[in-house]
């Protein structure tokens, strides 16, 4: 028995023990203030009190006003109403001024308010006669190719000013956060011991026992993130992340029959039905293991071949990355037979006839890029000859960089406008989604319509972009192993951490990301109610990921980091909830529909 049951069971006596507890002290608390306030801190107006207490700019009113930060400023007063809404149509990569020093990230990419308030203030820098271009250039107080936006006396200059003039001393505060009190004020919260029913029951599929119940109704909250870190080395948080997956991935559908041995080519894996009598030929292999290999053991091993090498990632705390850069696969004892496939590192099955155990394995000829390479995701995924790899780049882009790339362009399309000759490298309808996926679908160039390792004789197709990522082209010597490049360039951007975030969200809450609201002509009535919840949601985002870079891209902190949100959380609200509030909290509380996975063990 483990050191530290004896130290709760010692803790719960004592609690007994020491009965009557003594109360909690409850002293005032300030009222919450109004996180939709956009109100900026004046330092010359008698009714602002300022304090600093370090050379960071940072402020805060008497009366409750909150303190807005220049990215916040940013968010609320100059891309919502101006850049989104009046230059955006100009000043996007594939529009009229795509030359210009202003270009701007579409809200389908992930990360795109960090990107476009590092454009605008750089480009705010440039001046003309002291004043920046920024106001000078959509006033026509000079040349502006967008003609006269606005004029200098409107409010649009005068947030436009206000946002330069903060550029120089950017004020810093308290931002709102995920877990920001003024945001849930009227929320009812799990306490500890529900928090953890609702964790294990999610993540690990089983009850709280009778020891966990009692240390967390003594300890409280250490007890919640003590227990949360064992409960994330238990299998059951292993088989969850593989359930998440399979969600998106969809790879279980070839777990009937032979479906995922059909998908392997004979020519590459003459060995691949290696257990029929038919197929065997000469190969010599333990009898014992050909009797188990029916039954669905093989067809498993590769069906699972892409879920299992997740499994293996997050079960040994290997950095999440490796679900892309791994430069192996894993197997089982039968898909081994199956791939031909070696173990690495000297890896040994602890029962070689246990289906369920995968071990690290190299298939020879093969240069592994994680499961991007997989046949299961690759058959999953498929191409033709005129689709030339485009909907692989698309689900990379969707699942590992929480990016859809068919957001970024207008829809429908009119197809009448579509004359020029090859519109996918030079009409604008086009390269707003080509010119992002069209590089990463050459990455894939290396792999056939049926998931084969079949490198194009005559290269890659002439009459579309080089393959690449983003700018960046595939170096001539890594061509062969274009994807493992790729897979390197998707695991450095930042979306990465996102897009497993997302995934993480998802799985526990049932609940998509919130969406930055799109207000294109101003009629939205509930615009702020939602741009307040995106950005409190977006708070706890980007310290969850900074945390999850930190740790060394460990997913488990991911996870933790959400069940220990209030997004998690939250029950139910204290009192009834104004007609804003209910747009705010709309995706927050505890219901959710379950999963197959989870009704089957309710069951």
């Not at 109403?81 to 579409?106: D, E, F, T, Y």
């Not at 020029?420 to 069209?438: G, K, R, S, W």
């Amino acid at each position: 028995m483990k050191a530290w049951v004896f130290w709760r069971s010692w803790v719960v006596l004592m609690f007994l023990l020491a009965l009557p507890i003594v109360a909690c002290d409850q002293g005032e608390t300030e009222p919450p203030v109004d996180p939709s306030s956009t109100e900026i801190v004046d330092d010359g107006s008698e009714s602002v009190e300022t304090t600093t207490d370090s050379e960071e700019q940072s402020a805060e009113t008497t009366d409750g006003e909150d303190c807005v930060s220049t990215k916040s400023f940013f968010t609320q007063r100059v891309w919502a109403p101006i850049l989104s809404n009046k230059c955006m149509m100009c000043h996007n990569a594939q529009g009229a001024a795509k030359n210009s020093k202003l270009v701007l990230m579409s809200p389908a990419i992930t990360g795109f308010l960090d990107m476009n308030y590092e454009t605008v203030k750089d480009v705010a820098a440039y001046q003309h006669n002291g004043e920046s271009i920024l106001l000078l250039k959509p006033s026509a107080q000079i040349a502006h190719g967008g003609g006269q936006l606005f004029d200098p006396e409107s409010e649009d200059y005068e947030n436009i000013r206000a946002f330069v003039e903060q550029l120089d001393e950017p004020v810093e505060c308290e931002e709102i956060g995920g877990d920001d009190s003024s945001y849930f004020a009227n929320i009812d919260m799990l306490d500890a011991t529900d928090t953890w029913r609702k964790a294990t029951l999610q993540v690990a599929g089983r009850r709280p026992t009778a020891e966990e119940i009692s240390y967390l109704n003594v300890a409280g909250e250490s007890a919640l993130d003590e227990l949360l870190d064992e409960l994330l080395q238990e299998e059951g948080y292993v088989r969850w992340v593989k359930e998440t997956y399979n969600d998106l991935l969809l790879t279980d559908r070839y777990l009937p029959g032979d479906d995922a041995i059909e998908l392997l080519s004979m020519q590459d894996y003459p060995n691949a039905m290696w257990f029929d009598e038919d197929y065997m030929g000469d190969l010599v292999v333990d009898p014992t293991l050909t009797a188990m290999a029916g039954g669905g053991n093989t067809n498993m091993g590769v069906a699972r071949e892409a879920l299992e090498l997740i499994a293996h990632v997050v079960r040994n705390g290997l950095p999440f990355t490796e679900i892309l850069t791994a430069a192996y696969t894993v197997v089982n004892p039968y898909s081994r037979v199956t791939y031909g496939a070696v173990l690495v590192d000297g890896e040994q099955f602890a029962d070689p006839y246990d289906p369920n155990e995968y071990r690290p394995a190299v298939i020879p000829g093969v240069p592994h890029a994680g499961v991007l390479s997989s046949p299961v995701f690759l058959n999953r995924f498929p191409t033709t000859d005129t689709n030339r790899n485009r909907h692989r780049a698309r689900m990379a882009f969707n699942f590992f960089l929480a990016t859809d790339v068919l957001k970024l362009a207008e829809r429908p399309v009119d197809p009448t406008a579509i004359v020029d000759h090859n519109p996918t490298m030079f009409n604008p309808q086009c390269t707003v989604c080509h010119a992002t996926i069209d590089p990463v679908a050459g990455a894939f160039q290396n792999w056939s319509d049926q998931g084969r390792y079949l490198p194009p004789e005559e290269g890659w197709y002439p009459d579309m972009v080089p393959p690449g990522y983003g700018e960046d082209l595939i170096p001539a010597t890594e061509n062969g192993k274009s994807l493992r490049w790729l897979a390197k360039q998707m695991t450095t951007d930042s979306r990465f951490a996102t897009a497993a975030l997302h995934i993480v969200f998802k799985g526990l809450t049932g609940q998509n990301p919130v969406q930055m609201p799109v207000d294109e002509d101003g009629t939205m009535v509930d615009y702020a109610e939602r741009l307040e919840a995106f950005q409190v949601q977006e708070a706890l985002f980007e310290a969850l990921t900074k945390t999850f870079n930190d740790s060394g891209q460990d997913h488990r902190s991911l996870v933790k980091g959400v069940i220990l949100s209030k997004w998690f959380r939250a029950a139910a609200p204290r009192d009834e909830l104004s007609e804003a509030d209910q747009v705010k909290l709309r995706d927050v509380g505890t219901a959710r529909l379950l999963t197959p996975e989870l009704l089957d063990r309710k069951i």
